[in-house]
Antibody, heavy 121, light 108 residues
Framework: EVQLLESGGGLVQPGGSLRLSCAAS????????MTWVRQAPGKGLEWFSTITGSGVATYYADSVKGRFTISRDNSKNTLYLQMNSLRAEDTAVYYC??????????????WGQGTLVTVSS | EIVMTQSPATLSVSPGERATLSCRAS??????LAWYQQKLGQAPRLLLY???TRATGIPARFSGSGSGTEFTLTISSLQSDDFAVYYCQQYNNWPLYTFGQGTKVEIK
């Protein structure tokens, strides 16, 4: 059974930093791209970052480019998200998700339970 | 960016009735369209991909149709467990995947 477990969320001041983790199990982690999706309170879903299985290639939405960094440690089956220069509009539940498909045509078949990040003074 | 527009925003349906949800893309996404269900306080759950293929374990009462820019999710006979928010997602525009704003299916 695929399991994804996020951690690291919390309250942070504007301009601050936070690092999220997503521990994966139940599948061959290193063979899979991984993705972060977020959901602001009462709002819809927003894809914002994907990393390939090897970690060589990363992709970001404009909303986080230059501030967030996605990475992974395949020896630990763990996905990371380093968030810097946080803004109030980054307040959201952050989900890690496993993409499925091929050739970059990915939907998301497994999701973690999410971790809440609140950016406020 | 491909904009996904879902309608209606809220759908009031009685248990046992059929629910029809729409999703429109601002440009063609071929059949690269997925549907998700999200219950309050939970993560999204994949229902359909490829516009019409049910994900593992999804009941047959969930069906999808469409291609290009117009898509439909149909729940043939609503059960109490189906009252939730439903999102469509296009995955034709790598890597800028986008979701619709959601349709809430509530009890009438």
């Amino acid at each position: 059974e695929v399991q994804l477990l996020e951690s690291g969320g919390g309250l942070v001041q504007p301009g601050g930093s936070l690092r999220l983790s997503c521990a994966a199990s139940g599948f061959t982690f290193s063979s899979n791209s991984m993705t972060w999706v977020r959901q602001a309170p009462g709002k819809g879903l927003e894809w914002f970052s994907t990393i390939t299985g090897s970690g060589v290639a990363t992709y970001y939405a404009d909303s986080v480019k230059g501030r967030f960094t996605i990475s992974r440690d395949n020896s630990k089956n763990t996905l990371y998200l380093q968030m810097n220069s946080l803004r109030a509009e980054d307040t959201a539940v952050y989900y890690c998700a496993r993409p499925r498909g091929s050739g970059g045509l990915y939907y998301f078949d497994s999701w973690g339970q999410g971790t809440l990040v609140t950016v406020s003074s | 960016e491909i904009v996904m527009t879902q309608s209606p925003a809220t759908l009031s349906v009685s248990p046992g009735e059929r629910a029809t949800l729409s999703c429109r893309a601002s440009q063609s996404v071929s059949s690269n369209l997925a549907w998700y269900q999200q219950k309050l306080g939970q993560a999204p759950r994949l229902l359909l991909y490829g516009a019409s293929t049910r994900a593992t374990g999804i009941p047959a009462r969930f069906s999808g149709s469409g291609s290009g820019t117009e898509f439909t999710l149909t729940i043939s006979s609503l059960q109490s467990d189906d009252f939730a928010v439903y999102y469509c997602q296009q995955y034709n525009n790598w890597p800028l995947y986008t979701f619709g704003q959601g349709t809430k299916v509530e009890i009438k």
